[in-house]
């Protein structure tokens, strides 16, 4: 006996793919969030320094580390970045005339 498993191509938005509200907000974040876990992680800071990095205390890095951005705003999240000698670009142009709706997104290089 087999189960038949249907599968869909996603988007490169896990959040829109499930229909969650605000999806390109929370992929932004995301990012965000794990660009600041990469720089954490190749500093090899442990979550109590990087709470003193960041003026925070460390339950909110294990928040962050975990995923949990409720509580983080992009302003937020963009000042831990600084804070951890990264800079920020935001950068707004036009969107392209094949897609209906302009968007957000964060390109990291």
Known sequence: MTEETEV???SSNVF???GIPDAEELLAKAELARQIITVISKRRLT???????LGI???KVSALVRGKLAGFSFERLIHFLNLLGRDVQIVVKAKPRTRLQAGLTVVCS
């Open 8 to 10: 869909f191509h996603g």
């Open 16 to 18: 829109a793919d499930l």
């Open 47 to 53: 979550q109590a320094r990087a709470a003193e990095i």
């Open 57 to 59: 205390d460390q339950p």
